[in-house]
T-cell receptor
Framework: AQRVTQPEKLLSVFKGAPVELKCNYS??????LFWYVQYSRQRLQLLLR??SRESIKGFTADLNKGETSFHLKKPFAQEEDSAMYYC???????????FGTGTLLAVQP | EPEVTQTPSHQVTQMGQEVILRCVPI?????FYWYRQILGQKVEFLVS????????KSEIFDDQFSVERPDGSNFTLKIRSTKLEDSAMYFC????????????FGEGSWLTVV
């Protein structure tokens, strides 16, 4: 079964601290993994996709097929990073995104 | 940058009433979706639509739900007889192709069923 697991509902860090938002997935084929961000009262926005191996707003995420993980990392958190972060999987023949439950990142000043 | 727009942003309706949520996808997009998010829960896929027909739907998308692209620009989600458990944020999304990286979401429509 296709599943995305985000074990932390809330992650609270201080400004300047490193951040790691965890995401694990279950998928039998070769998945496409994404991170979406939702700032307060705004739409879901694509933050990162694993195929492009890019860094957006200082965030990176590496797909680890052995551990079936796609953790989101940032070395130094900023207050403006406070938002809801969703890990999502897009797989093969099915044309839909499967989301995790989301992690609320709260960056304290 | 083009955006997916949704109306209304918030609707309160009585149980048993019909509700239509409207979406204007990005103009050159061909794939359309509805997702929903019940408060405190994950974003869930409802239905995908391509070439004027449903291409995939979830177990949630039962006979009470329907989608339509009536005029080539709007993409609507109709709930025929709303139930309390239909209260959720409904997100419309569109994409130019089947690759997950091109899916753009609207701001959502909050539906409250009382």
């Amino acid at each position: 079964a296709q599943r995305v697991t985000q074990p932390e509902k809330l992650l609270s860090v201080f400004k300047g601290a490193p951040v790691e938002l965890k995401c694990n997935y279950s998928y039998s084929g070769s998945p496409e993994l994404f991170w979406y961000v939702q700032y307060s009262r705004q739409r879901l926005q694509l933050l990162l996709r694993h195929i492009s191996r890019e860094s957006i707003k200082g965030f990176t995420a590496d797909l680890n097929k052995g551990e079936t993980s796609f953790h989101l990392k940032k070395p130094f958190a900023q207050e403006e990073d406070s938002a809801m972060y969703y890990c999502a999987l897009h797989g093969g023949a099915t044309n839909k995104l499967i989301f995790g439950t989301g992690t609320l990142l709260a960056v304290q000043p | 940058e083009p955006e997916v727009t949704q109306t209304p942003s918030h609707q309160v309706t009585q149980m048993g009433q019909e509700v239509i949520l409207r979406c204007v996808p990005i103009s050159n997009h061909l794939y359309f979706y509805w997702y929903r998010q019940i408060l405190g829960q994950k974003v869930e896929f409802l239905v995908s639509f391509y070439n004027n027909e449903i291409s995939e739907k979830s177990e949630i998308f039962d006979d009470q739900f329907s989608v339509e692209r009536p005029d080539g620009s709007n993409f609507t989600l109709k709930i025929r007889s709303t139930k309390l458990e239909d209260s959720a944020m409904y997100f419309c999304a569109s994409a130019v192709d089947r690759n997950g990286n091109t899916i753009y979401f609207g701001e959502g429509s909050w539906l409250t069923v009382v």
